[in-house]
């Protein structure tokens, strides 16, 4: 389901393309799925844990200090979409067009991150009782915007080198955690 909607778009992929693909029996796909958007959502969602994990065992690295721990799980995460361009298509470019459940789904997805960013933003402050309180917004600021910029670098054709965005991303991030006083002048040694 993933590669053909990452060749084709949501909206041109059939269950009998998907079923075609498969090599599996109409009857076999209903018995796992309701209907193509199910198959869809299901796939899009069924590695994210294994994403999770790979930026928790990067930053784990890190030791204690939080801007290097954010470092080491930023460029996992843009490795891990980068090696895997069919899915990143589908996930970023294809899921905001499958309608309403994707979206939610989509929202649901960002929790984890949202909790990461708050964590870090706990970490930083702990380093530095100096930064500012964090904004209730940042988190979502931060994550919204990587999500739209991942999105324009695929549409683009720019997936396989995603990892080129690291540093730009790591500022921006920094400067949303830390306020604009208090951000990390340079990148650190991954």
Known sequence: ???LVAR???AATSVPDVIAAARVSRNAFYAQFAD???CF???????????????????????DHWSEAL???????????????????????????????????REAAYR????????????????????????????????????AFIASEVREGRVTTLTSSADDLYHYTVALLAGPDHGIATTPSA
């Open 1 to 3: 389901m993933l590669r």
């Open 8 to 10: 084709r778009g949501y």
């Open 36 to 38: 193509k958007e199910s």
């Open 41 to 63: 959502l299901a796939g899009c969602e069924r590695d994210l844990p294994e994403m999770l994990d790979s930026i928790y065992t990067a930053a784990s690295g890190a030791g």
């Open 71 to 105: 470092w080491l799980g930023m460029a996992a995460y843009l490795l891990w979409w980068q090696e895997r361009p069919e899915y990143a298509q589908a996930y970023f470019v294809e899921l905001p067009r499958a309608g309403e459940r994707a979206v939610e789904q």
């Open 112 to 147: 984890p991150f949202l909790d990461m960013l708050g964590a870090l933003a706990a970490r930083a402050r702990l380093e530095d009782p100096s930064l500012p309180p964090l904004r209730a917004a940042v988190p979502r600021l931060i994550v919204y915007g990587t999500t």
